[in-house]
Antibody
Framework: EVQLVESGGGLVQPGGSLRLSCAASRFTITNSWVNWVRQAPGKGLEWVANIKHDESEKYYVDSVKGRFIISRDNAENSVSLQMNSLRAEDTAVYYC????????????WGQGTLVTVSS | QSIVTQPPSASGTPGQTVTISCSGSRSNIGSNYVYWYQQLPGTAPKLLIYKSDQRPSGVPDRFSGSKSGTSASLAISGLRSEDEADYYCAAWDDRSFVAIFGGGTRLTVL
């Protein structure tokens, strides 16, 4: 079974940092765009960032620009989201999701990892 | 940034057809494909419709999507209790270079 597994979530104080990882098993993400999508408790989905297969293109939602960095390691079949200067409003379940092309065709999702920003 | 609007709730009885609307602007829905996702309680979202009107394999043909101008819609026919979920539309926005999700529609099967 194709699987994406996120890790790295947890409790962090405002202003702190966390690094989320998304690892794929039983398939390669080499040719996929990889996206991060988050969902605050009881709220809707919010797209956060994505990265092209060769890292030549990266896009971010305005609210995380300058604070979050998306990167990938195709040799390790994984993608990371470095989150700095975290705020309470970043509290959410973070999902990684794959798209075969430059669009919002998110056809494979992980189970999500919870990030809680609180003092 | 641009927004995409969905009704917060919808409902229907078993066997009925329910339609969920999704309204955007020229820079997102008006210029790009629309995607629909179903999120059952406590689970990750699942792609339901891609490229505005295409169904991934395994999605029943009771689900259909359409797009016209800056609006799109998801129709669910032969409503079943297991269709009770949150539904989200999404599209890429060419002006802000971000993906935009609608606010989501909670479907209740009465």
């Amino acid at each position: 079974e194709v699987q994406l597994v996120e890790s790295g979530g947890g409790l962090v104080q405002p202003g702190g940092s966390l690094r989320l990882s998304c690892a794929a098993s039983r398939f390669t993400i080499t040719n996929s765009w990889v996206n991060w999508v988050r969902q605050a408790p009881g709220k809707g989905l919010e797209w956060v960032a994505n990265i092209k297969h060769d890292e030549s293109e990266k896009y971010y939602v305005d609210s995380v620009k300058g604070r979050f960095i998306i990167s990938r390691d195709n040799a390790e079949n994984s993608v990371s989201l470095q989150m700095n200067s975290l705020r309470a409003e970043d509290t959410a379940v973070y999902y990684c999701a794959l798209s075969p092309y430059y669009d919002v065709a998110l056809d494979t999702w992980g189970q999500g990892t919870l990030v809680t920003v609180s003092s | 940034q641009s927004i995409v609007t969905q009704p917060p709730s919808a409902s229907g009885t078993p066997g009925q057809t329910v339609t969920i609307s999704c309204s955007g602007s020229r820079s997102n829905i008006g210029s790009n494909y629309v995607y629909w996702y179903q999120q059952l309680p406590g689970t990750a979202p699942k792609l339901l419709i891609y490229k505005s009107d295409q169904r991934p394999s395994g999605v029943p043909d009771r689900f259909s999507g359409s797009k016209s101008g800056t609006s799109a819609s998801l129709a669910i026919s032969g409503l079943r209790s297991e269709d009770e979920a949150d539904y989200y539309c999404a599209a890429w926005d060419d002006r802000s270079f971000v993906a935009i999700f609608g606010g989501g529609t909670r479907l209740t099967v009465l």
